[in-house]
Each structure stands twice: as structure tokens, then as C-alpha cells.
């Protein structure tokens, strides 16, 4: 790197920022779209226009783990909903299950099966606004479209009028669901310390049976549509398998006893980059293997595998970053658990030459995978007997001290982390959200991207805004949410004064906070 980005960089050095923007050698997306929350990239060039550095930031800081200081244990499945709008039912239920740990209790039997619906169908409904309203454009309408048109709307004008108002009902249905048990769909009141707070009435049962068996139907159709559009492009299946968007990583994802994809429970599997097994654990020992590293450029932390050790953002056997999320999930399992989700999971690594797939792109049929298995879920559960039984919660009687929880998020693994004194009071809240667990990877993907595409730049101002894009979708495969990344300490934003004069050179600065 040269020596003005390093100190820009590690330094803050405001005259080597604005150097090199005067020499036309610098880059930056800002905001960065389709996504939950606020971002930039920033690109450096060198001498030959070629990609010398680029860095994805995250500007914001948002600090639950602090002012979730002294607050009641049992408020927290309703503070942590707050952190995204997006992914609420997510905090929801790792928090619930947290609380379930922290009280030592197990909930009913019905209790769970009503929470592992409500959450299918959450899952389900996320990833289905992902697929069609914020990664889904860049294929369905193209990457280098008008921008104006990469959204839903052209979306529907792509694949027609009744084909969004299908889109549009399903998820509405959906969320019907969610809220039938948590009273709304936007930070929902569902969960409690051993179970739920509501059952499912058998008068009701009928209706839902019914959505589920459109929502199986929904989500085979969605991954048609991905058949169609995308795997019969040859542009896009370059695109996809390019090496522009493939890292070597490790890879994690709960799975249940037969090592299958479960969004809800089960244990923590990580596999390294040739999909061996690396280790096996429980939400109660993720400290034991997850650790945390900071970079002064983003307030979002970067995770690594402990027992590895921090090797910086490096990729290959050694590497100790791992990835999170549909692509991980499926790279860390052995299969899933319903028949039609199992045919496209034979069929997603039969045509990408088998496992583990490294494509970040292949995230978003991955995503699609998922929502078929979502929906035959769905129909499982509500085709269960005990169902509708009235048993829905088992009341808590022990000490609260200590208590860890996990759930997949649509987006990956989700750790919640709570210490109380003896009143149940929180002491220590600690949240490793999915975006926080990709994070490094998310880095190396959009600086390998901005290398692979931009070369021989010979004024950044004239780079085309379709090749930037291509750029932006190394990090939208994933689907971040920034705003969750970054429950950090202290708290708060640093207030930052600058000091300009006339020719706009910066004069003096100071930092508070």
C-alpha cells in the first residue's frame, strides 16, 4: 500500500485523503444500497489505476449493550427487536432463548414448535425480501442497469404485474402469521422465559395449513424463477463462479443431530475450506471458539475462530475467518431435512462441481434453497398434533446469574450473551451478530471485487456506475445489516470538529468521546 493510504487509513491523515482525491486515485460508494443500515466503500488506486486498497465502512455505532445495562433481564426480547426493523423476529428469539438459559428452564414441548414456526416463517419471509427486493435486482433486472430500475419496480417489470402482487401476498400472508402470535409483525411480543405467550387456537389451524402449502408453492416457484433468469445466463453463471467473488474460508451454521440445516436450534458446526469438520459446539461454548478483532477504519468487529487465532484477512487451509449465512449453512451440513429442499441441495452442488462452494454470489441461490426448506417446515410443524396445545409455556423458578443463546438469522448465526445480579438486573450483554461473523470475510470480498473489476483507471471519476455496482454486490450477496453489527462500546458516536480555511485545507481537528 502506498505510504498516503496507509495513513489515511491508520492515522486519519485528512491531507493524504484529499491528495489523493485531487489526483483522481480515489473511489468512494457512498451510500452503498440495498442493505439494512449505512455504509461506504472507499477505493484507492495506484499509479497505473489499478486497485491499490478498498475498504468497506461502517460509519455508524449503535450501543444496546450498553443502555441494556440495568434493565430487567426479561425486557430484553422487546429492547433487542429495536436493533433492526428488518430482523427483529432474529434478536426476538435469541434473546427469548437466551433468557430460557439464564432462568434454567426448558420450554414445553408445544412452547418450542410454536417458536421454531413463527421463526420458519420469519426466516421464510426475510429472505424472500432479499431475493426480490434487495440482491434480486441485480440479476432479475441486470447489473448494470439504469439504477432507477434496480429495485422491485423493475422487478415486477421483468417478471410481470401478477408475479409481484404474488410476491407481495405471500409475504403479507407471512407476516399474518408472525403477528397472529407476537401481536405485530415489527418487534413482536412472543417469546418468554419457557415458551410463548400465546397458543394457536385449532378454529385457526385450517387457514394456516392452507398458507403453508402456498408458501411450499411460493418458494419452489422462487427457485424456478432462479433457475430461469439466473442459471440459464451464462453471463451470470461466469459472473457467479468468477474469481472476483470466491474466498477460501471456513464455514459455520447450526445443524440438529444428523448434521442438517436448522434455522433454530441444535449445535454450532464449523468446517474448514475443504468442508472437513473442524469443531462442534454449543451456544454455552462460543467463547471457547468465536473471538473478536477491531480494525480502526469500522466500527464493526471482526470475528475469528479463537482456537486459530487472529492471521489477518487471509484466506486458504490456516485462515481463522469463517463465513455465516445460506451459503455456509450449507456448506457446514451434511444435507437438509425435507424432501424438496434436500433436491435442491443435491442439485445447487451437483451443477457448482461439489462441496464446499466458495462463490459468494452462490449465496443467493442458497438463499432460495432455504426458502423452500422454510416453507416444508412450516408445513411439518403445523401438521404436528400438538400443535394447537394449549401447553405453551413452563414458568421459571431459579436465580437468573447467566445465559447464552443462538439462532440462524436469515443472515447467519446470531449469538445473544446476558449476565444479571440476583434481581435479574443486566449486568453484561454481549450480541456477535450474523453481519459482525462475515464481516471479515465481507471486507476481503468487496476489495477482491474492486481489484478484479477496476484496472488501468485513468480518472475514477469516468469509472461506469454499473461497474461500481458489481463492486457492491460482493458485500449484498450477504445480506448485511449494518445497524445490528454494531452494538459496540461506549455507546456513542465520537464528536469530531474540523477546521477548514479557505482553500479548504484542513487546519486543526479535535476528537471528543
Known sequence: ??????????????????????????????????????????????EQGDVARAYLQVPELR???????????EDMPQITSRICGVCPTAHHMA???CLDDLYQVEPTSAGRKIRELVYNTFVLEDHALHFYVLGGPDFIVGPEAPPAERNIVGVIGKVGLDAGKRVITTRRRLRE???????KVVHPVL??????????APADLPGFRQLARDAVAFAEWTLQIFRDVVLKNP?????????????????????????????????LRVVDCEGRELYQFTARQY???????VEPWSYMKFTFLRPRGWKDFVEGPDTSLYAVGPLARLNAADGLATPRAQAAYEEFYRTLGGKPVHHTLANHWARVIEMVYAAERIAELLDDPEITSPDVRRVPTATPREGMGVVEAPRGTLFHHYQTDERGLITMANMIVATGNNAARIAMSVERAAKALLRGVQDAAQIPEGLLNKVEMAFRAYDPCLGCATHTLPGHTPLRVRDFGTDRRLLAEQVQG
Do not use: W
Open 1 to 46: 500500500m502506498e505510504p498516503a493510504v496507509q495513513q489515511t487509513f491508520n492515522q486519519g491523515n485528512l491531507r493524504a485523503n484529499a491528495a489523493y482525491r485531487a489526483a483522481r486515485r480515489q473511489v468512494t460508494i457512498d451510500p452503498i444500497t440495498r442493505l439494512e443500515g449505512h455504509g461506504k466503500i472507499d477505493i484507492y488506486l495506484d
Open 63 to 73: 450501543g444496546f449493550e450498553v443502555f441494556s445495562l440495568g434493565r430487567p433481564a
Open 95 to 97: 434473546s427469548t432463548k
Open 177 to 183: 402469521l408472525i403477528a397472529y402470535f407476537g401481536g
Open 191 to 200: 417469546g418468554l422465559p419457557g415458551g410463548v405467550s400465546k397458543p394457536l
Open 235 to 267: 453471463e451470470y453463471v461466469e459472473l457467479i463462479t468468477a474469481d472476483a467473488f470466491t474466498h477460501r474460508t471456513c464455514y459455520m451454521g447450526l445443524v440438529d443431530e444428523q448434521n442438517r440445516v436448522n434455522f433454530y436450534d441444535g449445535k
Open 287 to 293: 467463547r471457547e471458539f468465536v473471538a473478536e478483532h
